[in-house]
């Protein structure tokens, strides 16, 4: 069944891309598919670990905003503070990791909802990027960019590559591990999931971490793309990274969900916003179109439910 749910999603994405094909000069081409390669990485992560919060019956509003602030963190500590694009890294990541534990925490073991947890740490994460960054986007330099130039031979990107295989691990680590199916049962009944002997809050916790640390390497992506980091980046991203985990078949009242489904709905919007892009359409148009897509997503997720 989820064979076919997915062979209908490739069907779609062939179906956009023939249509943007026809409907502009240079979208069928190299330049373009290189273009959204290099896009790909930021919301493929976000996207992965939404997915994984969705099922177990959350929602992670923050990314976005830990994103830019991962980014922000990176970034100061390269150009004011001189250490090492690796000793960056690590403080990125592990600040947001951090910020991501204490979400977890207080929407499993302190039973407040996700959605208020996150929404506050979306504004409060965002804050702390503009003091960070003096609200200025900072130019980091040419030495990070090497993450997101193509492999000479191969063609995609080091970012691109990583993304690929954190699609896998989490395939793999939901659909055949037993970690990933206490996710599935934890958000399909936690009740029931407690009674069989599985401790939701600890796990809950996890999901929420591994959330926060892919937030962290889309922000990393971000900021090999541009080569500086911006406390603007991600504005909105949580949305994007909703829809496509609910086009790929993951539901939004937990329970249910695939990565790899999830990684085709971030190919769907990747090639529409480039389509949209490609035939000129402006920004407001391009946020209705989006709004629709995420609005016919919702619509979709209750269809499959009910059948």
């Given at each position: ?44 992560f ?22 830019a ?12 503070s ?7 890294i690590?403080c ?10 204490a ?62 295989a ?7 680590m ?10 599935i049962?934890i ?8 009674m ?16 926060a ?8 992506a ?10 603007n ?8 990274a909703?829809a ?16 790899l489904?999830?990684f ?15 035939m ?18 919702v ?9």
């Amino acid at each position: 069944m989820q064979f076919v749910k997915n062979y209908f999603l490739i069907i779609v994405l062939v179906l956009l891309v023939l249509f943007f094909s026809l409907q502009t000069n240079n979208f069928f081409s190299l330049i373009t598919l290189s273009t959204i390669l290099s896009q790909l990485p930021a919301l493929t992560f976000v996207a992965v670990g939404m997915t994984l919060v969705l099922i177990v019956g959350g929602i992670d509003l923050s990314v976005g905003s830990l994103m830019a602030l991962c980014s922000a963190v990176i970034g100061i500590l390269i150009v004011q503070s001189g250490l090492s694009f690796t000793l960056a890294i690590f403080c990125g990541l592990s600040l947001v990791c951090i910020v991501g534990a204490a979400s977890g925490y207080l929407s499993s073991y302190l039973k407040l909802p996700s959605f208020i947890v996150t929404l506050g740490v979306l504004e409060a994460a965002r804050g702390l990027a503009y003091v960070i960054s003096d609200s200025q986007t900072m130019y980091v330099g040419a030495s990070v960019q090497g993450l997101t130039d193509p492999i000479d031979g191969i063609g995609i990107s080091i970012m691109m590559l990583l993304a690929f295989a954190v699609v896998i691990v989490a395939h793999g680590m939901l659909n055949y591990t037993v970690f990933g199916r206490q996710l599935i049962a934890i958000g399909s009944n936690k009740k029931a999931a407690l009674m069989s002997g599985i401790t939701p809050d600890p796990r809950v916790l996890v999901v929420f971490v591994i959330s926060a640390s892919l937030a962290g390497l889309a922000g990393l992506a971000n900021l090999s793309y541009l080569g500086s980091s911006d406390p603007n980046a991600g504005i909105g991203l949580e949305l994007s990274a909703i829809a496509a985990a609910v086009i790929g078949g993951t539901s939004l009242m937990g329970g249910r969900g695939t990565v790899l489904g999830t990684f085709i709905g971030v190919l769907i919007i990747a090639v529409l916003d480039s389509g949209l892009a490609q035939m000129g359409m402006s920004e407001p148009a391009k946020r209705i179109i989006t709004g629709a897509v995420i609005v016919m997503a919702v619509l979709l997720d209750k269809w499959r439910a009910k059948h």
